[in-house]
C-alpha cells in the first residue's frame, strides 16, 4: 500500500479563495494526501504586497517598508492583513468571525523585540491554516488544524533563524495515528519557553520537510505556481524544458547558484530518510513535475545551467602565495570581517581569485584593500565587477569528457570571453564567469551547445 504524502502549499497556491479551491481539489484527488502544509495567502492582483511584509511593516513599526523605500504605514499594513482574511473567508464561504477578532487582538499584542517580530510574521501561515481547515470541513474532507504551539513543533530560539529541535519528531509522529488530514500551517515552531520563532523567509518549505522526515513519508510535494525545475531560466529562454528527475546533489548545485527553488534545508532530512520530493504546480495539477531522488540513471550529461548575476571577484598576485601556510584562511578571514560571503576560491601558485556578491563590497572597497595590503603584502590586488556566473550541473559530466570543451567552443563561437573558470571537484559542474552585459547570449550559447536535445 502507498504510503502518505506530505503536500505543502506556497504562497501563490492559497492566495486567494480559486487558488484555495484548487488545493481542496488536489487533496481530494488523494487519499494518501495526509498531511497539508500551508503558507501565508500570496500577493494576488488585489494587493499590493506581501502579507508577510505587512505583518513584518506592523511588528516594525514601519520601518520595514521604509527600508524598501515604500510609504505604507502600519495602520495601512494592518488594514491590507484584516481586508486579505475577511475576503477568503467571504469568498470561501466559511465561518470566520472568531478568526478576524483573533487576528486583530493578535496585531495588537506587545511583545519585547525580537519575539515580536516572530510572532507578527508567524500569523499569516497561523490564520490560513485556519482558514483552509474550515474549509476542507465544509467541503467534506475530514481534517484537523496541527498548530505548532499545541502539538510541539519545537524550535530553538533563534528567531528569525529558528532550527528544529529533535524532539519534534516524536510528536509529530503521533500524528501517523490520526485517520484525518492535518493542516498544518508553514513557517514557525514555538521555543522550549513558549514563544513563536519563524524560520528563514521560505521556511514553509522546511515545516514540509521536517513534517516528511517526522512521519516518514512516501513522498514530499511541494506544491508552487510552475510546473517544476527548468533547465534553464525559462523568462529567457521560452522553449526549455523541464527536468524530470533530479538527485539531491544536482539540485543543491542549482539551487546554490541562483535556481531559487525551494528552502534548502527542507531537503537535509528527506534525503536522510530517502524521502522523494515532487515539485508540482497547483495551477496544471496533471503535470507530473520534477521528481528529486537519491539516486538516478544519468540520461543527459547537463540537466540545467543554474545564473547567479551581480558577482564580483578579487583578484590577488603575490610570490609564493599557494606555497605560504595560512595565506588563504587569512584572506578569507580579512573578507569574512567584512561581511563578505564567499563562493570560490581558484588559486594557481602565486595568485588566488574569490567570488562573491558585489552587494556585499558597497561603500568599503578601499577598506578592503587597504585591510589586505597591510595583512598580506601582496604585489597586485584588483577588484572585478559585473560578473554573471553560468554554472551547468549534471551527474552524467563526470564520465563525459569534452563538455567545457564543448561549453569553451559554445562562448567562442559568441565571441564572449570568459572573464574566469571553476570546476566542482565532484566533477558534477563546472563555473563561467562572463561580463554581466554578455549574460543573456551567453546562457543561449551554453544552452543549445549543452541542453537543447
Not at 517598508?65 to 475577511?86: C, H, L, Q, W, Y
Not at 524530470?244 to 528552502?263: A, M, V
Amino acid at each position: 500500500m502507498e504510503g502518505h504524502i506530505v503536500a505543502k502549499f506556497g504562497g501563490s497556491s492559497v492566495a486567494n479563495a480559486e487558488q484555495i479551491s484548487k488545493v481542496t481539489d488536489i487533496v481530494k484527488s488523494n487519499p494518501n494526501r495526509k498531511y497539508i502544509v500551508v503558507s501565508a495567502p500570496g500577493k494576488d492582483k488585489t494587493d499590493r504586497e506581501k502579507i508577510t511584509d505587512h505583518l513584518f511593516n506592523i511588528a516594525t513599526g514601519g520601518t520595514h517598508f521604509r527600508d524598501m523605500k515604500k510609504n505604507i504605514n502600519p495602520e495601512e499594513s494592518f488594514t491590507a492583513v484584516v481586508g486579505k482574511f475577511k475576503r477568503l473567508i467571504d469568498d470561501l464561504g466559511i465561518e470566520g468571525n472568531d478568526i478576524i477578532a483573533d487576528l486583530s487582538d493578535d496585531l495588537k499584542k506587545n511583545l519585547p523585540d525580537p519575539k515580536k517580530t516572530d510572532f507578527y510574521a508567524s500569523r499569516g501561515e497561523h490564520y490560513n491554516a485556519k482558514v483552509i481547515a474550515r474549509h476542507f470541513a465544509k467541503q467534506g474532507i475530514p481534517s484537523e488544524l496541527v498548530l505548532p504551539e499545541e502539538k510541539g513543533f519545537l524550535v530553538t530560539d533563534n528567531f528569525s533563524n529558528a532550527r528544529v529541535i529533535p524532539a519534534t519528531y516524536k510528536n509529530f509522529a503521533k500524528l501517523a495515528d490520526s485517520d484525518k488530514v492535518s493542516v498544518i500551517p508553514g513557517y514557525y515552531g514555538v521555543t522550549e519557553s513558549g514563544d513563536i520563532a519563524v524560520f528563514s523567509r521560505g521556511g514553509s518549505d522546511l515545516t514540509g520537510g521536517e513534517v516528511a522526515y517526522a512521519v516518514n513519508a512516501s513522498l514530499y510535494e511541494n506544491w508552487t505556481d510552475t510546473d517544476g525545475v527548468f533547465q534553464v531560466d525559462p523568462r529567457i529562454i521560452p522553449d526549455c524544458e523541464v527536468i524530470p528527475r533530479l538527485t539531491y546533489k544536482e539540485i543543491r548545485l542549482l539551487s546554490s547558484k541562483g535556481f531559487n527553488i525551494f528552502h534548502f534545508d527542507a531537503m537535509i532530512n528527506c534525503k536522510k530518510r530517502h524521502i522523494p520530493i515532487n515539485i508540482r504546480n497547483t495551477n496544471n495539477p496533471s503535470a507530473p513535475g520534477t521528481m528529486i531522488v537519491s539516486e538516478r540513471i544519468p540520461e543527459e550529461t547537463v540537466v540545467g545551467i543554474a545564473r547567479r548575476d551581480d558577482i564580483a571577484y578579487l583578484y590577488i598576485e603575490k610570490d609564493g602565495a599557494g606555497e605560504t601556510l595560512g595565506f588563504v584562511s587569512n584572506l578569507l578571514r580579512i573578507m569574512k570581517e567584512f561581511g563578505i560571503e564567499t563562493y570560490h576560491y581558484p588559486t594557481d601558485k602565486d595568485d588566488i581569485s574569490v567570488i562573491f556578491n558585489q552587494s556585499d563590497l558597497k561603500g568599503f572597497e578601499d577598506d578592503l584593500k587597504d585591510s589586505i595590503f597591510k595583512e598580506l603584502q601582496p604585489e597586485k590586488i584588483e577588484l572585478n565587477y559585473n560578473i554573471t556566473f553560468l554554472s551547468p550541473v549534471g551527474i552524467g559530466m563526470k564520465d563525459c569528457p569534452g563538455v567545457i570543451a564543448a561549453a569553451s567552443a559554445a562562448l567562442k563561437e559568441k565571441n564572449i570571453n570568459i572573464e574566469i573558470i571553476d570546476q566542482g571537484p565532484a566533477q558534477f559542474s563546472f563555473h563561467f564567469g562572463v561580463q554581466n552585459y554578455q549574460a543573456d547570449i551567453a546562457l543561449q550559447a551554453l544552452y543549445q551547445a549543452l541542453c537543447k536535445k
